[in-house]
């Protein structure tokens, strides 16, 4: 609990209240969200909410290192015109319709981010997909929102596929298997109805004029590869990371340390051997393609999200959450997909399911013990789904969707808060309903 904290106040209301201001300022989209995440994460350590160090423990290194590594390998891999080659030759398979690209592009993110974290799967989408929409000279925006909703969809299903089931995997002593059999069924209907969705939203409407689909048909994709020696390079070293971050448990690495050594041993490669002059360009050229503001972002949101965690605010939500099930196994499992959806949907879902779970462990097995007939582990699906695929709620509620918004924002994409938003959060609403009538079904 904090302590010392200015003038004698009560730390969980200082946190609770930068928290909702930054929140707040961040919605309103008139100053620049890494700025006012940076503003609020001061303000927890100038309140004494958290000391320095603290605050440096609240930010989930990890997380950042496995952004700026897979964006420096993107970078690098960028300048091949692999992206663009990709981009023309799945359009050709689709008779470089809108509608079909769209549908297409959702399947893809889907199975990436199930078999790689979803923030890594954006990283690599993201280009292909605006290459694909500048060719055809149609809006890209709707193409990276539904990325957006299929990364954290697709990454429910599996143990490896998003951070809160990794927690909870290793937690709760579940398996790849257990995470396949028990939410990869609910996770390919939700997936369905999430492109459903999109597509009379957008799909049936969008269109590319004859002359710009006659001319992405016409066009020879190999010619588009730059630099084929680069390629290859690229390719290998992120087979090398992708299998690393497979084998990740095996060989005792973390995501991020994986992606920071694949990047700078790419950067390594690219460089080599140039003279010294000419590395310095290369290299900033390397760095100029992270998005700093969207990792500052991150960093400041961790610390502020450490602030209320460190104040007893996560904590306390999450005891009161099960505080009104009553015993009932329904209810609590009811509650628990629904509070961590919606909670999900405003802040991170790392530092709430990091909560939830010792709470878990020591209510979960007093609510399961009359009900033998019942998966014992019903509360920790319910936990999964709500937390994974309540991300897709708001723009900050995920890092896949921050990630995007980053990325587009580079290109001249506007991502707002609000006008996300109003998309995302039905659609989150709608997946959390089906979840909630398959976790009865199936197990009660």
Known sequence: MAS??????????????????????????????????????????????????????????????????????????????????LAIWSAKKVGARPAGILIGLALATALFSALLDNVTTVLLMVPVTIAIAKQL??????????????????????????????MIGSAAGLTFNDFVLNLTPVILFI?????????????????AAEEDRQR???????????????????????????????L??????????????????????????????????KVHASFSDVEWITLFFFMGLFIVVAGVERAGGIDYVARWVLGITGGSLLIAASVILWSSAILSAIVDNIPFVAAMIPLLKDVGPQLTAGHASVNANVL??????????????????????????????????????LAYTKIAFPVMLLSIVIAQVYLYLRYF
């Open 216 to 246: 992405v048909l016409a066009m020879n994709e190999r010619e588009l590869i730059t630099d084929p020696t680069l390629l290859r390079h690229c390719l290998t070293v992120l087979a090398g990371v992708l299998l690393a971050f497979v």
């Open 191 to 207: 997936l369905l109805v999430n492109v459903v969705w999109i597509h009379f939203l957008w799909g049936r409407r969008s269109q």
């Open 137 to 166: 000279k149609v809006p890209a925006y709707p193409f990276l929102v539904t990325e957006v909703l299929a990364s954290n969809v697709g990454g429910t299903a599996t143990l490896i596929g998003d951070p809160p089931n990794i």
């Open 4 to 85: 010392h904290v200015l003038f004698g106040l009560d730390p969980l209301w200082v946190a609770t209240g930068i928290l909702v201001l930054t929140y707040a300022v961040i919605i309103t989209e008139r100053v620049n969200r890494a700025i006012v995440a940076g503003i609020g994460a001061s303000a927890m350590i100038v309140f004494r909410v958290l000391n320095q160090d603290q605050a440096i423990h609240g930010v989930d290194f990890n997380t950042i290192m496995l952004l700026a590594g897979m964006m420096l390998i993107v970078g690098v891999t960028r300048r091949t015109g692999v992206f663009e080659y």
């Open 248 to 281: 990740a448990r095996v060989i005792e690495l973390e995501p991020g340390t994986i992606a920071m050594t694949g990047a700078v041993v790419l950067i390594l490669i690219d460089n080599w051997p140039h003279p010294a002059e000419h590395q310095t360009h």
């Open 380 to 417: 920790w699906w319910a936990l999964a789904l709500g937390a994974c695929l309540g991300g897709n709620g708001t723009l900050v509620g995920a890092s896949a969707n921050l990630t995007v918004a980053g990325l587009a924002e580079r290109q001249g994409i506007p991502f707002r808060f």
